[in-house]
């Protein structure tokens, strides 16, 4: 019988290492995992150059080079040009809420009010064996409309009702592997696992309307030039040909999130013209990749992460350009992540926080932004009235021009950013750090931390900063003078933080948790002669749980 078989129907050449369960193996079916093997093998040539490039890239920036428009490509910035008409059925993306893909968590996103859900297998997921499985078997349920949970704490059912949000899935970035598969002897390409294995199960349920544009949707992240759009592209082309749907069936929105690719939006969107739903704001990766690529440019510290926000001149700049290209090619520019969490225990704390939500919405709105993010569904109300206060009965603003921001220049997106750096904010960042990654170490990937919904983006500033500052010997306002960030003042910030943790979470959960593990790795990057260029990319190894190999059928 099946349930009792221990091994996975793999096609040769596939050989998959994670646990076996019955209900997987519905997902890893022979026919699905040949889908992804012929994707990883047909495009991972493509991925290497891609990733080449990117080292070249940063080698030039660590010479003092500066990422910059490029002058070969300037025909498509000059273009007159749109991409394909926005699909009806994502015309409203005001509200949009986001996510890990476990089971609770889709169903209270769909059901939240808001007009999509984006179901995460990057930065708010831990990618264990156990995470990537479930969460395929929870999209799938979802996509079928089958899906319930019950919760036995509460003995109350979950089920979705009968409007729920538009289904956006973001796979993993182009740099990451899925160890747990390898093919032809080397770990798959994550993104491509991810990708692959939802649309192989999915792409049919979202075809009922048969035409341009009905689905299946994603988000792409992590990219830093137009040629992994253009990778992604071919993707999209070779899926829908596969599956024999229509082209442009697929629709995907690319999060700016990195320094360099805010010089290449106008060619990302070229690239996807005809699978395009827009680009996101994706602000806290976009102060990471700040730092990391200028991690050689000791005259570009940042100052307290908390200091840098859309006030600052590149941030605002990189905002305006973006609303201004997607408009002018016809597709969503959206706005920028809300972490707030809803603060029941003090009814005066939670008012400040969604009144910060509400002027971070209302200046997104106002600059021209379609819709934009939330990471609980508690924020939804305000940010619905802030957008239709803005917007009115419109589902979004595309047709608004911001000429003004023609004028943008490479200093407006580079310009050194302001403010003070302070050894609270190195206490904070580590504090912040610890916790996630010892709760992603744990199998958790999006993490409530002091009324703010954390990720591995906020993770990655945390780590980043802190790296910055006791790399270059940053002045630091300290509690009654200014001291410079050294070792050994890290080391002492680190031991009194750890202390901090225990007392907050408690003696029982601090000894069964990965807190000690976390702060190791967290300690050595921070402190490493080189900045690595990912904080779960150098973690992986330690979520990866092998199972004996499957005897060969071939």
Known sequence: MAANRRFYDAPEGVDIRGRYDAEFAGILSEDALRFVAE???EFR????????????????????????????????????WVCAPVPPAIADRTVEITGPADRKTIINALNSGAKVFMADFEDALSPTWENLMRGQINLR????GTITFHDPARNRVYKLN????????RPRGWHLPEA????????????????GLYFFHNHAVFQGSRCAGAGPFFYL???????EASVWNRVFDRAELSAGIERGSIRATVLIETLPVVFQMDEILYELRDHSAGLNCGRWDYIFSYVKTFRRHPDRLLPDRVHVGMNQHFMRSYSDLLIRTCHRRGVHAMGGMAAQIPIRSSPAANEAAMESVRKDKQREVRAGHDGTWAAHPGLIPVIMEVFAGGMGDKPNQIAVTREDAGGITEEDLLQRPRGVRTVEGLRLNTRVGVQYLAAWLAGAGA?????LMEDAATAEICRVQNWQWLRYGAV?????AEVRATVELFGRVVEEEMGRIRREVGEEKFEHGKFEEACKIFTRQCTSPELTDFLTLNAYNNIVVHHPKAPSRF
Do not use: W
């Open 39 to 41: 994707l990883h093998r």
């Open 45 to 80: 040539p493509h991925i290497r150059y891609a990733m080449e490039r990117r080292r070249e890239a940063q080698r030039r920036y660590n010479s003092d080079d500066l990422p910059g428009f490029d002058p070969a490509t300037k025909c498509i910035r000059e273009g007159d």
């Open 141 to 144: 349920d979802a996509v079928d």
């Open 162 to 169: 009968d409007e729920v949000a538009k289904l956006f899935v």
């Open 180 to 195: 747990h598969i390898l093919i032809d002897g080397e770990p798959a390409t994550a993104c491509l696992v991810d990708f």
């Open 221 to 227: 992240p992590k990219m830093e030039h137009s040629r």
């Open 447 to 451: 993490v409530p931390l002091y009324n």
């Open 476 to 480: 630091l306002d300290g509690e009654a």
